[in-house]
């Protein structure tokens, strides 16, 4: 209920969500899950070029550039 109504209130107040969809806390319980988690945070931005959205947003934003001047 907290939650909730906390992002309720920031998105309000900002004029737009400010969280992301589908998140979820996840509570870290043991040696086993922490370090599974680490090596999530850890190697994920490596694989970010293999994601098909990223590149679909990366390819938006190129075009969003102007050109840079000779």
């Known amino acids: ?4 109504t906390l ?13 992301q969809r589908g ?15 680490w090596q999530y945070i850890d190697t994920n931005p490596a694989k970010w070029r293999e994601d098909r959205y990223y590149c679909d ?5 190129d075009r969003a550039q102007p050109a840079e001047m000779p």
């Open 1 to 4: 209920m907290f939650i909730s």
């Open 7 to 19: 992002k309720r209130l920031t998105n309000k107040t900002a004029g737009h969500a400010l969280w």
């Open 23 to 37: 998140y979820y806390d996840h509570i870290i319980r043991n040696d086993r899950d922490y370090r599974r988690i």
């Open 57 to 61: 947003m990366e390819r938006e934003n």
